[in-house]
């Protein structure tokens, strides 16, 4: 019975609009409260699904931003119950981030290994960040928003989102893998992961190394 409250919303054809026509119920099982989709007729019955990647929200958990497949790149404010197409980038997204010091710009990293700041409000294109050797798979922002951590397979680039410059380079990535790298919140501690299990942490400002932590030898 509160299944069939649920609001669901194809976004198919759609630039914008409500999410839902009336105040949803929350389902009592999961608590899934609205569904999305963007499923375009075709020849079969269930049409041609095309899949959300990414997905990050705003600094105060009312409006969430969400990228698919082919780089379409959309708002979702649940405060005024509207969506709509934010921008069109022409690649498939591999990570979002929502920016902190000026909560109206995204950050859409991309297949062709670029990272887009996008204005959410006009769907104007700020800033285009490359460099990268490969798809950027996470983004994560400095408490103070003027920095992102952009990592890749292949490397982890500091970059000063005041001036949209690359600062830092970390080295090691290619020859023991990076898996993820991101900033201690309410800290200038970056942590970075590898592939042989350790932990690597440096100071932001001045990138001097500080410790390191390597994974415990034998059996637990």
Same mark, same amino acid.
Do not use: M
């Given at each position: 019975e509160i299944r069939k409250k649920m609001a669901k919303v194809n976004l198919c054809g759609k630039e914008s609009g409500s999410i839902w026509t009336r105040k949803p119920a929350a389902s009592s099982s999961d608590g !899934? !409260?609205?569904?999305?989709?963007?499923i375009k007729a075709g020849l079969t019955s269930q049409g041609r699904h095309l899949q959300f990647t990414r997905v990050a929200f705003g600094c105060h958990g009312n409006w969430f931003v969400s990228g698919d497949q082919q780089g379409n790149v959309y708002h979702f404010n649940m405060a005024k119950n509207r969506f709509k197409l934010v921008h069109r980038t022409g690649q498939a997204c591999t990570a979002l981030a929502? /920016? &902190?010091?000026?909560?109206?710009?995204?950050l859409v990293a991309l297949s062709d290994y670029s990272i887009k700041c996008i204005d959410i409000e006009s769907g104007e294109l700020v800033a285009t960040l490359r460099g990268h050797e490969a798809s950027v798979k996470s983004l994560s922002l400095h408490s103070s928003g003027r920095f992102v951590l952009a990592v890749s397979s292949r490397d982890s680039v500091l970059w000063d989102l005041d001036s949209f410059a690359r600062c830092r380079t970390l080295n090691g990535g290619q020859e023991v893998g990076v898996q993820e790298v991101l900033f201690q919140p309410m800290s200038n501690t970056i !942590?970075? /992961?590898?592939?042989?299990?350790? &932990?690597? =942490?440096?100071? =932001?400002?001045?990138m001097d190394?500080?410790?390191?932590?390597?994974?415990p030898c034998g059996p637990a």
């Open positions: !899934l !409260l609205f569904e999305v989709s963007n929502c /920016c &902190i010091s000026r909560p109206s710009e995204v !942590l970075t /992961c590898f592939k042989d299990d350790s &932990i690597h =942490a440096w100071e =932001a400002d001045s190394y500080r410790y390191q932590i390597q994974p």
